[in-house]
């Protein structure tokens, strides 16, 4: 199963490398292919590199992808991380 959400960084100081790698850990409970795309970008959620390959700043809008078993487990706790994202 695939599921896909639009999501906007609001975290005034983006997708830096602590929480990159907050959500590559969170990323890897998962089964699922988790994968954000920014622009013509794409980066796999499991690891960090790729994450900060993104270069997201506070109003970037990112197209969330999860493909697998747990997808709608996976999605809804991705979903929850960007809202509760800390500097």
Not at 20 to 40: G, H, R
Not at 61 to 81: H, M, P, S, T, Y
Request: proline content about 2%.
């Amino acid at each position: 199963m695939l599921r896909e959400a639009i999501i906007e960084i609001k975290e005034s100081s983006g997708l830096h490398a602590r929480p990159a790698a907050e959500l590559a850990v969170l990323a890897k409970k998962f089964k699922s292919s988790i994968t954000l795309q920014f622009e013509s970008k794409e980066a796999n959620a499991k690891s960090v590199i790729n994450l900060l390959t993104l270069g997201l700043k506070k109003g970037s809008v990112i197209n969330l992808k999860v493909e697998g078993d747990d997808c709608e487990d996976a999605i809804r706790e991705v979903i929850q991380f960007f809202k509760y994202i800390h500097p």
